[in-house]
T-cell receptor, first 111, second 117 residues
Framework: GEDVEQSLFLSVREGDSSVINCTYT??????LYWYKQEPGAGLQLLTY?????DMKQDQRLTVLLNKKDKHLSLRIADTQTGDSAIYFC???????????FGTGTQLKVEL | GAGVSQTPSNKVTEKGKYVELRCDPI?????LYWYRQSLGQGPEFLIY????????DSGLPNDRFFAVRPEGSVSTLKIQRTERGDSAVYLC???????????????FGPGTRLTVL
């Protein structure tokens, strides 16, 4: 079955790096995603990684994928107060049409 | 251009009542998805439409839930005999073509918050 887990809460100081972690159990995952959800707003896709990659960098965001351990992480460099939100990892299976989301990590950025 | 829109933004109803939630996808998007997000949880898949037909309804929790997309654009999620456990935010998403992949992004609407008293 599919099960995606995340730690619930992370607090960092402005300017520091944030690392949000995610573990998944289905080895058939083909794409893994990071979404951001702010209060009252829809889910926003931040970045994604294909399962045959182990790293992807996009401006302040770095995604690391350890397929052996089924571990995905999102690093946000120079974290800003505007990065405060809930972050969800999600996976999709080969040939699939739906996203399976984790429980979400609430990131709080303090001054 | 306009994103995915959902109406109403909030719906309060009484236990046992019938509700309809509407989703307007991005124009030209053939794939449409419904998800449900309970408090403190991530979204959970309900149903996926490819054009007018429901290609995957495996996430619908029971037969009180039904969704339609008669003209391949707007979709309505219908919930009969609502229960307190149905209270959640119902999210709609659309993508340009079927098949979830990195370059075929699902664009999400702001959701409808359903409260069943």
């Amino acid at each position: 079955g599919e099960d995606v887990e995340q730690s619930l809460f992370l607090s960092v100081r402005e300017g520091d790096s944030s690392v949000i972690n995610c573990t998944y159990t289905d080895s058939s995952s083909t794409y893994l995603y990071w979404y951001k959800q702010e209060p009252g707003a829809g889910l926003q896709l931040l970045t994604y990684i294909f399962s045959n990659m182990d790293m992807k960098q996009d401006q302040r965001l770095t995604v690391l994928l350890n397929k052996k351990d089924k571990h995905l992480s999102l690093r946000i460099a120079d974290t800003q107060t505007g990065d405060s939100a809930i972050y969800f990892c999600a996976e999709t299976l080969e040939g699939g049409n739906k996203l399976t989301f984790g429980t979400g990590t609430q990131l709080k950025v303090e001054l | 251009g306009a994103g995915v829109s959902q109406t109403p933004s909030n719906k309060v109803t009484e236990k046992g009542k019938y509700v309809e939630l509407r989703c307007d996808p991005i124009s030209g998007h053939t794939a449409l998805y419904w998800y449900r997000q309970s408090l403190g949880q991530g979204p959970e898949f309900l149903i996926y439409f490819q054009g007018t037909g429901a290609a995957d309804d495996s996430g619908l929790p029971n037969d009180r839930f039904f969704a339609v997309r008669p003209e391949g654009s707007v979709s309505t999620l219908k919930i009969q005999r609502t229960e307190r456990g149905d209270s959640a935010v119902y999210l709609c998403a659309s993508s340009h073509r079927p098949g979830t992949s990195g370059d075929n992004e699902q664009f999400f609407g702001p959701g409808t918050r359903l409260t069943v008293l």
